[in-house]
């Protein structure tokens, strides 16, 4: 696993994608999703969406490729109502056709687009919507800037949106719209990413948190992110 | 716990935070000062009734100085929660 992962899942940071858990309360109000309806997140985390989800009284699941995710996220819906498994999303463990909807929130460019995106239309419904979050490049880098980058992230794809919008083109997504954080109204100074600690966390961990927060400055320009919604 | 709730607060410093106490109250503002026992905060509303610790003016820190920063225990910190971070 990339130290950047590595670190996510030490420390436990839940609504670890652009917007955090604000952006998903507001494109959930844009995908107007019928009701009652059956959501996958895949790459759940810590299960901040999946509880937020539940609340509303949706038939939520969750699945995530890190045993220690799914065991953070099963603590924070202690009540078995949501079922949350291990997978991951290039090869996932359902039917074709078991979900409304499917949310990868700062998950996909993690891993090899084509099968996960493949596999995300497999396992929607006729007409689902799948709903994703991801890091876009907005400005062309060198190649050791994308190297930089795509190294320390363990980004499997790092590209622009016009470049994701014909990915989901490829994988048979119809209707594909692409939406950014200025589209949307949140207060970014809202603290929504809580944490859930590992009981001892290794000190490079914290080094990789400081490394991150320099790598953000450094690539300010370069580094965006969009929520895409398409249909299957 | 403590030690790794004293790293988080020293990698936000500046930053907006909500910390929870094993009191059951919760402290929503900036991070001004970390030191080894406490972290001090300065909120961005009126500060909580019952909080504990010494006051601590924010003035200085080139915040709005209405609210005093005060602080709290580490070892009292059962949850917390960061802000205006971007993780993807």
């Given amino acids: 696993m990339p130290d950047y992962l590595n670190m996510i899942s030490s420390l436990g940071i839940a609504g670890a994608h652009p917007g955090g858990l604000q952006l998903t309360k507001q494109f959930l109000t844009e995908i107007n999703l019928p009701f009652p309806c059956r959501i996958l997140d895949a790459g759940c985390g810590t299960g901040q969406t999946l509880s937020y989800l539940a609340g509303l009284g949706y038939e939520a699941a969750g699945m995530d490729a890190d045993q220690r995710m799914v065991r953070k996220a099963k603590n924070r819906l202690s009540d078995d109502s949501v079922s949350i498994v ?27 687009l084509k099968s996960s995106l493949n596999e995300c239309h497999r396992i929607l419904t006729d007409g689902g919507v799948l709903a994703a979050v991801e890091v876009t490049l907005e400005q062309p880098a060198d190649p050791v800037s994308f190297k930089e980058i795509t190294g320390f992230y363990g980004f499997q794809a790092l590209q ?3 470049e994701w919008i014909k990915q989901f083109e490829i994988s048979g997504f119809k209707n594909i719209r692409s939406m950014t954080g200025k589209d949307f109204s949140f207060d970014e100074e809202d603290p929504d990413h809580d944490v859930d600690m590992d009981d001892k966390i290794e000190p490079a961990t914290f080094e990789v948190l400081s490394r991150h927060q320099e790598m953000l400055q450094k690539y300010v320009h370069c580094l965006g992110y969009r929520v895409f919604l398409a249909n299957k | ?81 960061v802000g205006s971070l971007l993780f993807f």
């Fill in chain 1, 86 to 112: 291990h997978g991951s999303l290039e090869l996932m463990p359902f039917e074709s056709g078991t979900f409304d909807a499917v949310f990868c929130e700062s998950v996909l460019s993690f891993t090899n």
């Fill in chain 1, 160 to 162: 622009t949106e016009d």
């Fill in chain 2, 1 to 81: 716990m403590s030690q790794n709730y004293y790293n988080m607060c020293c990698q936000h410093h500046g930053k907006n935070v909500r910390i929870t106490d094993r009191f059951g109250n919760v402290h929503t503002g900036r991070i001004v000062n970390v030191t080894r026992s406490r972290v001090f905060i300065q909120p961005n509303g009126p500060r909580p009734r019952g909080a504990f610790g010494m006051g601590y003016y924010g003035r200085g820190y080139g915040y709005n100085s209405y609210f005093p920063a005060y602080g709290i225990g580490l070892g009292f910190i059962t949850g917390f929660a």
